[in-house]
């Protein structure tokens, strides 16, 4: 096979996978029109359509259904074999990614792995800060950190943290305005600030306890987000409760920007977990990260 022939293969696959010529063209780092070309010119080589366009959508015709699924992983093997062959060098090389929700890059992953990149020159690492359950393989991720009761058995998985401890907070001037919660019956007349969920489209109940048994609370409130920090932000200005990780509140109620209530109703999130595909090789740079993520007891 031409080599012409591999890297427009590859162009498809990133396309098929993506199902967006936009996302494909950020994630190879190039342009649309150099990938629409790519396209073309492997389907004028092959003598068939590989992909359907439409205004709103693209996805893969028959032909390419069978391109992504016989071809892909065959590819996939060819890249992982390069990658082991690269690490019988001395140092790690080659770019991990890596997919984690806003708030746990900023206080875990990147403090941890940040001294690699002055240790290795050649080791690269993409973030990408996501909300939504990634499929790690289909998004060519390398790594994926989530709490542990989200993630899939047939992965492995590295604990990162003990389990992470949750507060409903608000701030002093809302609380000049409304009395201080006690009970589920007292929180839900409150004015909640609330996650939609990016991978259901839902509103995040907040998972509390009663005495000793989990109870999903659906509160409500006159503002949603999809972030983390926004929610944080929120309650600091005073617009109403919050339920979020110590690691993003606890600084904020130590220093007095924040009050925390019904500390009792509050179970500890599961521990973090980096979660990797139990494929044949992992490379040296994936083990490198994860060794550097990993909890130290």
Known sequence: MARDDIKDIQVFLAVARERSFTRAAAKLGMTQSALSHAIRTLESRLGVRV????????????????????????LDEIEAEIAAISDMGD???????????EHVVDHVVWPRIAP?????????????????????????????????????????????????????????????????PASLQDLMKHNCITLRLATSGGLYAWELQHQGQPLET????????????????AALSGAGLAFLPESLAGTHVREGRLL??????????????AYYTSRRHTSRAVQVVIDALRLRV
């Open 51 to 74: 992909l359907t366009r439409t205004t709103r959508s693209v996805s893969p015709t028959e032909a390419g259904e069978r391109l992504l699924h016989n071809v892909g992983p065959r």
């Open 91 to 101: 140092n790690p090389a080659g770019t991990v990614r890596i997919t984690a929700i």
């Open 116 to 180: 690699l990149l002055r240790q290795y020159p050649d080791l690269n690492i993409e973030i990408g800060s996501e909300y939504r359950m990634v499929d790690i393989a289909a998004e060519r991720y390398d790594i994926g950190i989530r709490y542990g009761d989200l993630i899939e058995q047939d992965m492995v998985a590295v604990r990162l943290t003990p389990g992470e401890p949750m507060m409903i907070v608000g701030s002093p001037a809302y609380f000049e305005w409304h009395s201080k």
């Open 218 to 233: 659906k509160v409500r409130g006159q503002a949603v987000f999809t972030s983390s920090y926004a929610i944080l932000s």
């Open 260 to 273: 925390s209530v019904m500390p009792a109703w509050c179970p500890p999130f599961p521990a973090l977990y």
